[in-house]
């Protein structure tokens, strides 16, 4: 299996340590998954890698770094509202998804020693998974950042760095690093085997309710459940599973909002943002490294884009709490989001929004 680079179509093997073309651009799978079908699922495996053979998984290496993730429950909200308990994972947020794929595949190909950057949440669960596999983990956080998300990452066992200034200019350092050293470059963003993690989200919901549901909203900041998700549904409709496309509804915080911008602008290339400080640390990315693509999947698929207000995200976070849903605030951003959604285009049933990570994480 070969990566593909979406800027010259270079083949690549995937047991290359490098983390983009040599023409700067980067890798996608050389992988077609087989047609949806249940009977292929293992239901003898109680992780995300029971659709292994959908997912471009190479070898045995998963089955010593799963703990578990993914499989986690649909329940309801309100009568038109489901939520999906991603932060009931290993390390409480769905990016333990896409962590558990990764490392895998880092652990098969002999990975050692690899530095990543994240908001938090995708530092927290390479950390914790890295350490699974006996790979050591070097992440780069924004300041910021929850203090209990660096509190896990260390606690794994981890260096934590902690660079001043936005998120997009802790990618820069953090990448500026992999080019110093030659380190590895776990990043949820970059490297494509996080998607084969994520996909499982759309997997699950299929296995679990035996449908789609209409709508379907999903935070977006670097787009790794979104990319994740488009591309399994791309795969359900591909096979025959489902017979149209879901209205997938993108998540942005009100502060940080480029995609929102970009669409409402008409604009064919992703609009420059300045980020202002916001709630929804998870998904305040200015510039996505994968822009591109998914402004190709929001104008493929009529993908809507609606804002998260800054000042309506504690309220939406305190009225799942009242549910029993303790989420951290990116999470509610998406009830926030769901809210204004409904006051533009009416009453929204048959949605479903995912509960991406716990509220313990950022209880700030």
């Given amino acids: 299996m070969n990566f593909i680079c979406t800027g010259c179509g270079k083949e690549t093997p995937v047991t290359t340590l490098e983390p983009a073309c040599s023409?700067?651009?980067?890798?996608?799978?050389?992988?077609?998954?087989?047609?949806?079908?249940?009977?292929?699922?293992?239901?003898?495996?109680?992780?995300?890698?029971?659709?292994?053979?959908?997912?471009?998984?190479?070898?045995?290496?998963?089955r010593s770094v799963t703990m578990?993730?993914?499989r986690t429950p649909v329940i309801r909200f309100s009568d038109d509202i489901l939520v999906k308990m991603d932060y009931m994972a290993p390390t409480l947020s769905f990016k333990d998804r896409g962590a558990a794929a990764l490392v895998a595949h880092m652990k098969q190909i002999g990975v050692k020693r690899c530095v990543q950057d994240s908001s938090g949440n995708a530092g927290v669960a390479v950390a914790a998974y890295g350490a699974r596999a006996g790979i050591e983990c070097e992440i780069y956080v924004p300041e910021g950042t929850s203090p209990k998300k660096i509190t896990m990452i260390e606690a794994f066992g981890a260096r934590a760095v902690v660079v001043p200034g936005t998120r997009d200019h802790c990618a820069d350092v953090c990448r500026a690093k992999v080019r110093e050293t030659g380190a590895y470059y776990a990043n949820h963003v970059f490297n494509p085997f996080f998607y084969e993690g994520t996909k499982t989200y759309i997997y699950e919901l299929m296995e679990q309710l035996h449908r789609i549901p209409e709508n379907l909203f999903i935070e977006l900041g670097n787009g790794t459940l979104f990319i994740g998700a488009v591309k399994a549904l791309e795969h359900l409709l591909a096979s025959g599973a489902i017979?149209?496309?879901?209205?997938?509804?993108?998540?942005?915080?009100?502060?940080?909002?480029?995609?929102?911008?970009?669409?409402?602008a008409g604009a064919e290339e992703l609009v420059s943002i300045v980020p202002k400080p916001t709630m929804a640390e998870g998904i305040a990315i200015g510039k996505p490294a994968r822009a591109a693509e998914i402004l190709?999947?929001?104008?493929r698929h009529g993908i809507r884009v609606v804002t998260a207000p800054e000042d309506r995200i504690l309220d939406a976070r305190a009225?799942?709490?009242?549910?029993?849903?303790?989420?951290?605030?990116?999470t509610a951003a998406a009830l926030a989001a769901y809210d204004r959604y409904c006051s533009i285009y009416g009453r929204t049933p048959d949605s479903l929004l995912s509960m991406c990570s716990a509220g313990i994480k950022s209880d700030h």
């Fill in 319 to 330: 009225r799942l709490a009242r549910r029993g849903i303790y989420a951290e605030h990116t």
């Fill in 243 to 264: 017979d149209h496309f879901p209205q997938v509804i993108a998540v942005q915080g009100e502060n940080c909002a480029p995609f929102a911008e970009t669409v409402e």
């Fill in 23 to 62: 023409c700067g651009g980067l890798f996608e799978l050389g992988f077609t998954p087989p047609a949806w079908d249940e009977k292929l699922i293992d239901r003898d495996e109680w992780s995300l890698f029971r659709y292994r053979a959908f997912m471009a998984i190479e070898g045995d290496a998963w």
């Fill in 296 to 299: 190709g999947m929001i104008q």
């Fill in 68 to 70: 578990g993730e993914g």
